[in-house]
């Protein structure tokens, strides 16, 4: 399930509220731009296709029956990822045209590369989904929401930081063992 949070940008997003358009180019754009300057891309290239994603996004959300099953940063990279793709095959700039020309550089090793990155984030984004709770909450204060041992002490109950950290290290072995046991089956 998405956070709350995400579904405030989502409704934001809907309704074209700036503050929401914002804070979702603020939060997801350097992941695309990533990804396009590391396929052969530049940064002009990272802004029209992370647009083309944020207009894809924009009008899959302005249908009622449009539900995201994920988060928003990983839709706006699959759709921007399909977008730049598309985009090279059109240019022919993933085929090497001369052997001869060593400046261009084929690009399918890094997209599968990419593939795979991503197929990891979505494996991991399951096994966070069924590891259960507090586990996940806990996992996400630390890793996610940046907070200190004695904060996620406080806020779960826990007698002290120390508590706190052996709880989040049983919980991350937990989250390894779901993670790499789908990981074994995908493969």
Not at 100 to 109: H, K, T
Not at 140 to 157: D, L, V, W
């Amino acid at each position: 399930m998405k956070a709350d949070n995400e579904t405030v940008l989502l409704k934001g997003l809907a309704l074209n509220d700036r503050k929401a358009i914002e804070t979702i180019y603020r939060e997801n754009y350097n992941v695309v731009q990533a990804l396009i300057l590391k396929n052969s891309g530049n940064i002009d290239d990272a802004k029209d296709i992370f647009q083309e994603a944020m207009i894809v996004l924009y009008e899959r959300v302005q249908s009622e029956a449009f539900e995201l099953n994920c988060q928003i940063k990983t839709y706006l990279y699959s759709v921007s990822r399909r977008l730049w793709l598309k985009k090279l095959v059109h240019q022919n700039r993933f085929l090497i045209i001369d052997e001869a020309e060593p400046d261009v550089i084929n690009v399918d090793s890094d997209v599968d590369d990419q593939e795979k990155l991503h197929m990891d984030f979505l494996m991991m984004e399951r096994a966070m989904g069924s590891l259960g709770e507090p586990c996940k909450s806990l996992l996400e204060a630390f890793y996610m929401e940046k907070r200190t041992m004695q904060e996620i002490a406080s806020n779960f109950g826990y007698t002290n930081a120390e508590n706190a950290k052996n709880q989040k290290y049983k919980c991350l072995m937990r989250l390894k063992k779901l993670f790499f046991s789908q990981y074994k089956s995908h493969e």
